[in-house]
């Protein structure tokens, strides 16, 4: 029996293995710290003659000093890598983590565009199920195919949707609703969807491309 098809949110998960990573350092870094304070009150734990005290002053001047200041000057050293390391390629790493957003260019209205659209509106004068989810199908090709031969890059067409300012394209939300709704009826077997779903859908995809100037 056919499933039909609900519009939901979805959230991501969130592993363990990142905290658990996190802790590991955290101890690790707390251990190296906390070292000198272990090592000087070593004798106290080992030993409890009279003159545990004065082993512990001993070896603070001999051992735990020493080894203080070889550890600030190790972080010290470690904190000036850090330091020519990140700001050589603070500009490559702003020019590649910049915006992916650009503007929309004009078009000019396409009459071989609107032609495929008049044919996929006429698959819904006879609303069977097979007519809504092929009309719903070819209109989100016909959107990435102008999203492509506009100029928009990307391995699929979420990528280049996402390109786009949701600020300069009123429609844009919709769009994606539709084209959410296209991956469910492509990936779902035996799903279903209301004419009024479908309708909701193929308006979109005629609302972005009348906004853009294309139809």
Known sequence: MAQPYKNKGGGKGKGSGGNDSAIGEAIVIILILASPLIIAFLPLFVSFEKDAVTSVINTWRTVVKPLVIFIDLALFGFLVFLLLEIFPLQPRLSMSHAPREKKIPKHEKDPSLAKK???????????????????????????????????????????????????????????????????????????????NEAQAALLAYETFLKELGAL
């Open 117 to 195: 659209w008049e044919h996929i509106q006429k698959r819904v004068e006879s609303p069977t199920h097979d007519n809504l989810r092929i009309a719903i199908i070819e209109g989100d090709s016909l959107i990435d195919h102008f999203l492509r031969k506009s100029g928009y890059a990307g391995e699929s067409m979420a990528e280049r949707l996402s390109q786009i300012n949701p600020a300069e394209i009123k429609s844009l939300n919709r769009l994606w609703d539709a084209h959410r709704l296209r991956n469910v009826l492509v990936h779902t077997p035996g799903v279903s969807i209301a004419p």
